[in-house]
């Protein structure tokens, strides 16, 4: 994505347009010395090719990929051979602090002598890697429409085989790529309750979340050779409110608890900031909206799923979703697809629809608003970390709101969703009477909390007034017209 920022004149820092200085090494371009001094101490020191700074070959630098070997206590053989992430370095213990999957999906943090570490791929070279390789390799089928094809022949031969869900599952494990494409595609294979079940009873969760290890994920030489989207796609199909009945709709609660808790690799994915091979993926954004969309499936197992999710995973990726989730709530949509924009072209030519990505993005943004709201809603676990929430600083790049605090602009970005949500010109996935409380909810959360008192400034009694969809409309409207 440094690439096409650099063609596309945009400031790496603060992201406005007509950008007139540019890096040496071609990958990223500055409003003034401002922004250049500031975007270097906070990321591109670790990607420039031509910087001044040269790496010490006897360390390693945050971002870089390493393999975990020379333990030999009983839980550290474990970890020997495992692709892992540096995260920090810890001056005090001389130990690098890293990130890894182990098994059953679980991602954790351990600190790790230099001696024990071993280079997979720098940050530097993985980015190189991004720059070189082709769109037209990315996530993209050479024979698109035979694949099409032969998995509607797949869907048509479904209902005469009588498949079951423990069938669909082996075939699964085959790495059957007609199948998948064929459960995930409009219009394909529709899957009965019994089948779902069935489906969940087997592993598919198990085998869903083991294609997304992380670092190895996000690892430039890791082409995986099913379509993660449609794994998502079929991943949310199962685990719909509405899947298994009204009914027998509790039955699902035990799964979705499960993904939660395996869910930590597709966090770490999704969320990586290098995202090396993802730079350029066509399928990136469809990644993403995958991941809100089944996080939101999940969270509906009451308070369950959001004590997992906020106490018994890793903090270090708790806090990593806490700042994806306020990350992706504060993007703009059309900045996005504007840095964007290259492979778009290269990709699907002058005619790229723009308007339908853009419309996708927007949709993903309305899910969140559910997301934070269960996340704050877990009793005492939500309390915890509304505060942490609130003091997130929002990321280089966002025009506006870049560096201030999620509490600060709160007011802003609530209005951009609601008008997001009125102009959708799909129908509303959420009425607005419950994107109103949704609102009313979340500032409420987060005004109570003493931490963020004087960042929230005196109580919106305006936002609190309002009773109905069309005054909260008004009420958006008009904080629009105030925004920096």
């Known amino acids: 994505m440094a690439t096409l920022l650099y063609k596309e004149s945009i400031c790496g820092w603060c992201g406005k347009d007509d950008a007139p200085l540019h890096c040496m090494c ?32 006897s360390s390693y630098s945050t971002g870089d990929i390493v393999k975990i070997h020379g333990l030999r206590s009983e839980q550290g053989k474990r970890m020997n051979e495992h692709l892992a992430e540096i995260i920090s370095f810890d001056k005090e213990k001389e130990r690098y602090e890293v990130i890894f999957t182990m098994e059953k999906c679980v991602v954790k943090t351990a600190l790790m002598k230099y001696e024990n570490l071993a280079m997979h791929l720098s940050v530097v070279e993985g980015a190189k890697g991004c720059t070189r390789r082709k769109l037209s390799d990315m996530g993209t089928h050479e024979n698109r429409e035979e694949l099409m094809n032969e998995s509607k022949k797949v869907a048509k031969m479904f209902s005469r085989n009588n498949e079951t869900g423990k069938n669909i599952m082996d075939r699964l494990k085959k790495n059957d790529k007609h199948l998948l494409q064929a459960v995930a595609m409009p219009g394909g294979i529709t899957l009965t309750s019994k089948l779902t079940g069935q489906l969940l009873q087997n592993g598919f969760l198990d085998w869903l979340f083991k294609h997304f290890e992380y670092p190895a994920f996000i690892d430039e030489t890791n082409k995986p050779s099913l379509s993660l989207n449609n794994m998502l796609c079929v991943a949310m199909i ?61 969270l509906m197992a009451e308070q369950l799923a959001s004590t997992v999710l906020l106490t018994q995973l890793d903090p270090f990726v708790t806090k990593v979703l806490l700042q994806h989730c306020v990350y992706l709530l504060s993007s703009n949509p059309k900045l996005n697809l504007k840095k964007k924009s290259g492979w778009l072209r290269h990709e699907m030519g002058s005619n790229c629809s723009n308007p339908a990505l853009e419309l996708q993005e927007r949709s993903m943004k309305r899910l969140l608003m559910p997301v934070l709201l269960e996340l704050m809603d877990c009793k005492n676990d939500g309390k915890r970390w509304v505060a942490y929430i609130g003091k997130i600083s929002i990321p280089p790049g966002i025009k506006n709101y870049s560096h ?14 609601v008008v997001d949500e009125t102009n959708a010109a799909e129908a509303p996935e959420r009425g607005g009477q419950q994107l109103l409380e949704e609102v009313q909810y979340i500032y409420g959360c987060m005004y109570r909390c003493e931490a963020l008192s004087e960042i929230m400034g005196p109580f919106n009694s305006d936002l609190i007034a309002v009773q109905t969809p069309s005054q909260l409309l008004r009420w958006a409207k008009k904080t629009k017209e105030s925004s920096p």
């Open 404 to 417: 201030k605090s999620f509490a600060s602009v709160i007011f802003h970005l609530f209005a951009q969703a």
């Open 238 to 298: 199962a685990l719909d409110r509405h899947q298994l009945g009204v009914s027998k709709e509790q039955d699902l609660n035990h799964y979705r608890v499960e993904a939660c808790k395996k869910m930590a690799p597709l966090i770490m994915a999704v969320a990586t900031k290098k995202r090396r091979s993802f730079q350029h993926v066509e399928y990136w954004l469809s990644l993403q909206f995958g991941f809100v969309a089944l996080l939101e499936n999940c």
């Open 26 to 57: 071609k990958q990223v371009c500055f409003c003034d010395a401002t922004c250049q001094k500031k975007l270097w101490k906070d990321q591109h020191k670790l990607m420039c090719t031509e910087g001044k700074e040269k790496k010490d070959s």
